[in-house]
């Protein structure tokens, strides 16, 4: 069984910066991808930024420049450090993993989303 637990929402001014950390714990095998979507009141959930196959990354054209996706491979950790943060960046943000599983018989490939953690830029 997978886990994401992600940490570091919280209540921002615009133009501060948050820091957010999701960590994948299971019976982990491999991470094809990981990484942060977000949902906004009303709005459909999107693609933030993303560690896909080898050290690709992959970043929505509004949070360029702005925000910054890393990982820790050791941790099965990504972080996403925002900066210039902005209230149209108010959301829930969820951790996402494309990932292999080992039973101690079978390897099993899975989707995987963290519980999301809000994150509000306002004045």
């Known amino acids: 069984q997978v886990q994401l637990v992600e940490s570091g929402g919280g209540l921002v001014q615009p133009g501060g910066s948050l820091r957010l950390s999701c960590a994948a714990s299971?019976?982990?095998?491999?991470?094809?991808?990981m990484g942060w979507y977000r949902q906004a009141p009303g709005k459909q959930r999107e693609l933030v930024a993303v560690?896909?196959?080898?050290?690709?990354?992959n970043y929505a054209d509004s949070v360029k420049g702005r925000f910054t996706i890393s990982r820790d491979n050791a941790k099965n950790t990504v972080y996403l450090q925002m900066n210039s943060l902005k209230p149209e960046d108010t959301a829930v943000y969820f951790c996402?993993?494309?990932?292999?599983?080992?039973?101690?018989?079978?390897?099993?490939?899975?989707?995987?989303w963290g519980q999301g953690t809000q994150v509000t830029v306002s004045s």
């Open positions: 996402n993993a494309d990932l292999i599983t080992y039973s101690g018989s079978y390897y099993d490939r899975g989707d995987y």
């Open positions: 299971g019976s982990i095998s491999s991470i094809y991808a």
């Open positions: 560690f896909t196959s080898g050290d690709s990354t």
